[in-house]
């Protein structure tokens, strides 16, 4: 049996950062408190695990603010200039684990603001991410996720804008809602700051279902991004399985095929995908 993990499976390149930042400090801390603001990832079994080495999950600002000492790591989603403020306040330690390219929006929105630019941020406004580039921003910004939403914003002609966008927006929907700005009389700057690592991975996910026999996609069971992987391989291969851990994994699936694909979901560690790998191999 031929089995192929896409290389793109699993962690981007940002939470992989983040995770291992809070593993690492967890090894330094020697019983220091420890804390993420936020699960570090949306995977139960990461924040189980974390917990038991005695990291702790600050779950908002109160819970935030009822902390005296220690230290607590900032996710790569990245939180707004206030919760920065917040934490130096308090005096705690922090270490920040904010993707660069998260961190890279924070300081356009921050410049573009001060210079009188008003910001417009295209993406799902009660989002952890946007709600923390929405925090960089001097003055008044603006949250858009469908085109309703662009026909709706209205400023004063010539008013200068700077458009950005929540780096897992999908490109086409933002160029959409670009172009309806663009048709009004504002002097608008447009950066695009979507990351590539989502399209990248289900790019690949969608060339290697289209080789093999069977396509195991494993992701939790509320990511979104999991269940978008599994409809895009699903148009490629008909025997296209969706899977959490090995436990789901069915013998008949596999049983008379020759070669099968592996990819994950952005929140799905590497230990799972390696099981799976080891198991289909092994075992069919
Ligand atoms: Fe991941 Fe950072 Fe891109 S967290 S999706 S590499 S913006």
Redesign the pocket.
């Known amino acids: 049996m031929k089995v192929v993990v896409a290389k793109t499976a699993g962690f981007?390149?940002?939470?992989k950062r983040?995770v291992d930042t809070v593993y690492e400090q967890a090894g330094q801390a020697g019983g220091a408190p420890l804390y993420t603001y936020g699960p570090i990832i949306h995977n139960e079994e990461v924040v189980r695990d974390l917990e038991e080495k005695g990291v702790r999950v600050l779950n908002s600002e109160e819970e935030l603010e009822q902390v005296t000492e220690g230290t607590v790591v900032i996710r790569?989603?990245g939180v707004s200039r206030r919760i920065c403020e917040k934490l130096e306040a308090q005096g705690l330690r922090v270490v920040d684990a904010t993707?660069?390219?998260?961190k890279k929006i924070h300081n356009i929105v921050r410049e573009e603001s001060e210079k009188g630019r008003t910001i417009v941020i295209v993406g799902d406004g009660s989002h952890p991410e946007v709600e923390g580039i929405r925090g960089w921003c001097s003055g008044k910004a603006y949250v858009i996720e469908s085109p309703e939403e662009a026909e709706r914003l209205k400023f004063p002609e010539g008013t200068r804008l700077c458009i950005v966008s929540q780096?897992?927006f999908n490109y086409n929907k933002f160029q959409v809602l670009v172009e309806i700005i663009l048709k009004k009389s504002y002097d608008s700057i447009v950066v695009n700051t979507i990351?590539?690592?989502?399209h990248e991975r289900q790019a690949e996910a969608r060339k290697l279902a289209s080789k093999i026999d069977v396509m195991l996609v494993i992701g939790g069971k509320h990511s979104s991004n999991t269940q978008k992987l599994y409809e895009i391989c699903r148009k490629e291969c008909n025997n296209t399985y969706y899977i959490q851990t090995i436990r789901d994994l069915q013998k008949e699936w596999l049983e008379g095929r020759r070669s099968v694909g592996i990819t994950a979901g952005?929140s799905t560690p590497n230990h799972i995908i390696e099981e799976v790998q080891r198991n289909v191999r092994i075992k069919f």
């Open positions: 981007c390149f940002g939470v983040a790569s989603h993707c660069p390219f998260v780096t897992t990351c590539s690592a989502t952005a």
